[in-house]
């Protein structure tokens, strides 16, 4: 069995961007920059926002954070994201998710200017990766593809198996797997809450992708020998043994399941690093005017 290393294949990945950036802007007056939008007190939204900065820095990129109360309005929302829509030097935004309540995410994320979505979130962008135009891939789905590219796992012909149809993830990996390239050419199966005999399909799996948001949902027995598995969930478990009284698990049984896999990635350091590298990648893209020149 394989250990596939996130952590490590993404900061292989920081120090290549960091050097293709460095090579780039040679000749230019600026550096690439993100832009995230904080909305509220949310502890993981802020740990999230805090890490893509630190990357951001990492890599030599220009990072800004936009934070407002939790009482801010749809509409002021709104012109929020048109005025970083029309700053020149701003390459790259993101809104983080969960938004509150009286705040409808679907409207905001369709005010960004596509050029500018390196989430990956807007209707242009997803539309054009399923019509295999360039586009910006949302970073959960593109950590996973690079996870599979780096490791140079078999793709081809395989019977791949998405558990979760969520719009950030099992949609959109079942999509760009199926596409006729390299990570791809899968036979995709995408499972979720109403798939009848959901063991019985994933036990068919040459790749499961586990996207499903349930603690540990995939065992042992449900996994075929020789399987390539990776878990995006990541939950946290009470447990008193740790100091922060509590532990990170996905939605896959680790230990028993890793047994039977010739690739699985861990929970943490699996597909979780790689999201933000995959934001990165984007934000250089867009700089470069790569996607929408
Ligand atoms: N919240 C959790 N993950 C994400 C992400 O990838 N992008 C944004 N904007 N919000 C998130």
Same mark, same amino acid.
């Given at each position: ?19 293709? *950036?460095?090579?780039? /802007? +040679?000749?230019?007056?600026? %550096?690439?920059?993100?832009?995230? $939008?904080? !909305? @509220? ?66 409207? *905001?994320?369709?005010? /960004? +200017?596509?050029?500018?979505? %390196?989430?990956?979130?807007?209707? $242009?962008? !997803? @539309? ?166």
């Amino acid at each position: 069995m394989v250990l596939i290393d996130g952590k490590k294949i993404a900061e292989e990945i920081k120090d290549e961007l960091a050097r293709d *950036i460095a090579h780039y /802007i +040679d000749h230019e007056d600026r %550096v690439p920059h993100l832009a995230a $939008v904080l !909305v @509220g007190n949310d502890p993981a939204s802020q740990t999230y926002v805090k890490n893509k900065e630190k990357a951001c820095q990492r890599v030599g990129m220009t990072s800004s954070i936009y934070k407002y109360p939790e009482t801010i309005t749809e509409k002021e929302l709104l012109e929020v994201v048109d005025f970083i829509n029309n700053d020149d030097d701003i390459d790259g935004l993101i809104v983080q998710l969960p938004l509150p309540d009286h705040i409808a995410s679907e409207k *905001i994320i369709q005010h /960004i +200017d596509p050029a500018k979505d %390196v989430d990956g979130f807007h209707p $242009v962008n !997803v @539309g054009r990766m399923a019509l295999n135009l360039p586009a910006y891939v949302s970073a959960t789905p593109y950590g996973i593809l690079q996870l599979l590219e780096r490791y140079k796992i078999e793709t081809e012909g395989k019977r791949c198996v998405v558990l979760g149809r969520s719009n950030i993830v099992g949609s959109p990996v079942s999509i760009l797997l199926a596409k006729k390239t390299y990570p791809g050419n899968c036979t995709v199966t995408l499972c979720h809450s109403k798939t009848k005999n959901i063991e019985e399909i994933i036990k068919e799996a040459d790749i499961l992708i586990a996207a499903i948001g349930q603690v540990e949902f995939v065992t042992a027995d449900m996994v075929k020998n020789g399987a390539v598995v990776i878990d995006v969930g990541i939950h946290r478990v009470p447990d008193t043994s740790k100091a922060k009284g509590y532990r990170l698990v996905g939605d896959v049984k680790f230990e028993e399941v890793a047994a039977k896999c010739s690739f699985i990635t861990p929970v943490p350091g699996g597909v979780g690093p790689m999201t933000i590298t995959a934001l990165l990648i984007n934000t250089f893209k867009a700089f470069k005017k790569e996607i929408y020149p």
